[in-house]
């Protein structure tokens, strides 16, 4: 039987012999959990379950059970059943003692998993470095900000329809299919208010929603008494400027190219997320009759195209610009320049120029706004970024590996046996003063290097946060342009 210490052979003034207190407090609570039976209970002489202490012995009808009677806070138990306990199930999941792997770090298994990266990145960075390389691509800007370009005519609200024309020289041919997208700078598409301006619903052809739009909408839901369609902030900032690409031959005769305006947009958005409101006929004003156009449109949704499958809200010029952009600088594909023989280039050399017909303005803003000429690979759209990042990381991973086998040759070689065994192992001693409860932090036990690298750390953190949270808040509240 374990003797309970009384009071004055523990005081509370000693720190060890509170602790042996707490053990043996433990050690009795433990006893009596593994002991197979409920605390305070005491086993029947007949075989039967144990009865609790102090309670008359068990009639025909079962006694109801009192959470009191528990001794010490231990487990409860069923009248009849066996004891309770909260320890894990001895099994070696819940036991942890499911059979693990944990990697040894050492020179041998390092050095050549430095290498190995560096050898298998370098030439993956390399190949799409060149791939991207080999993708030709060409910029217009046609802002007309500075004096000397030709749509700078343009910017005077007076000006009203404006067409200008840039020229243009193709050093090299365009093989393949050609992509002409247009492209916007400092414009915020991913602006909260912006992007939740639009009736998905409304959208797919819904009839209900098509007279009465979301409330999201606002201030673009109704105008003149009647709904809006579409509806919301991203429709009525719809890119609607012109572009018209021709070819300069050598008898100074402009030859037009012929650019595909259908096959632009995704096909779940053309089939599945964009409708027109049903109907039986093929008469897309009776469909949208009773609404208005957006604000800034010079044309209602359903003159959008003079096809019927690409009219009103299945228009693929309306529904790539309705799939915002998640950074200011975007662009946004316009149109298509298919291959038509595999003997002739898509867009030869030569000597070219871009009609524009400028009714988007951008200046209000401080925009800018291109014309891009592109070609495509097997991984995409000009991307040099990712052939570099895949050199560069395997031509660190490369370096570091000789750097280290450097060092552990040299290592090798400078210290001698006897002049390791010099060397103190204090890692009992860390342990200790580590584990000791003293009240100093685990992060501050350090001494003096340790609270330098804290309060640094935590400065660090608190200015980094300020930092981001000031810029988020200025992203968000954009100054108005005077």
């Keep these: 039987m374990i003797r309970r210490p009384s009071a004055e052979e523990c005081p509370t003034s000693s720190a060890p012999r509170r602790r042996r207190l707490r053990w043996w407090r433990w050690r009795r609570r433990r006893r009596r959990r593994s002991s197979g039976s409920c605390q305070g209970q005491q086993a029947d002489p007949f075989g039967g379950p144990p009865a609790r202490r102090g309670a008359a012995p068990r009639g025909p009808m079962a006694m109801n059970y009192n959470a009191k009677d528990e001794v010490d806070g231990g487990p409860p138990c069923a009248p009849g059943g066996t004891a309770k306990t909260r ?3 001895n099994t070696a999941f819940k036991q942890q003692r499911l059979p693990a792997w944990q990697p040894i770090l050492t020179a ?36 007309g900000t500075e004096p000397s370009s030709p749509c700078n005519k343009c910017l005077s609200p007076d000006v009203t329809p404006c067409i200008c024309t840039i020229n243009f020289t193709l050093e090299k041919s365009f093989e393949g299919n050609v992509f002409m997208y247009y492209g916007l700078s400092n414009f915020y598409q991913n602006h909260r208010r912006y992007v939740k301006s639009r009736d998905d619903s409304q959208l797919n052809g819904d009839s209900s929603a098509l007279l009465n739009p979301s409330k999201e909408c606002e201030p673009y839901r109704r105008n003149e008494d009647k709904p809006i369609a579409p509806c919301g902030a991203i429709a009525n900032s719809m890119f609607n400027d012109t572009l018209e690409l021709f070819l300069i031959g050598n008898d100074s005769y402009p030859m037009p190219i012929a650019l595909k305006k259908k096959g632009i947009a995704w ?99 401080d925009g800018r706004k291109r014309m891009i000429l592109s070609t495509i690979s097997w991984m995409g759209g000009k991307n040099p970024f990712l052939g570099i990042a895949y050199i560069a990381v395997g031509s660190i991973s490369f370096l570091l590996g000789v750097v280290l086998l450097a060092l552990r040759q040299i290592g090798q070689r400078t210290i001698s046996t006897t002049s390791r065994m010099h060397f103190k192992n204090r890692v009992a001693e860390k342990q200790k003063l580590f584990q000791e409860e003293d009240g100093i932090p685990v992060y501050l036990k350090g001494g003096i290097v340790d609270v330098i690298l804290y309060r640094a750390t935590m400065i660090l953190t608190v200015g980094g946060a300020a930092y981001a949270i000031y810029h988020l808040a200025v992203a968000s509240f954009p100054k108005k342009q005077d």
């Excluded at 990266?117 to 991207?132: D, E, H, M, Q």
């Excluded at 594909?333 to 400028?358: F, M, Q, V």
Aim: no cysteine; aromatic share 16%.
């Design 267 to 365: 096909w779940t958005d053309k089939n599945v997320k964009f409708r027109n409101p049903p109907g039986g006929d093929n008469n897309l004003e009776e469909r949208f009759k009773g609404t208005t156009k957006p604000v800034n449109w010079l044309k209602p949704v359903y003159m959008l195209d003079s096809d019927q499958d690409n009219n009103g809200f299945i228009n693929e010029d309306f529904i790539v610009w309705m799939r915002t952009a998640a950074l200011p600088t975007f662009r946004k594909l316009y149109r298509l320049i298919e291959r038509k023989s595999d003997l002739h280039p898509t867009l030869p050399a030569g000597r070219y120029y871009l009609n524009i017909t400028y009714n988007y303005p951008v200046h209000y803003f």
């Design 108 to 143: 041998g298994t390092v050095l050549p998993i430095f290498f190995i990266i560096g050898l298998i990145f370098i030439p993956i960075g390399i190949g799409i470095f060149v791939t991207s390389n080999n993708i030709r691509e060409i910029e217009i800007d046609y802002t």
């Design 87 to 89: 320890r894990p199930d």
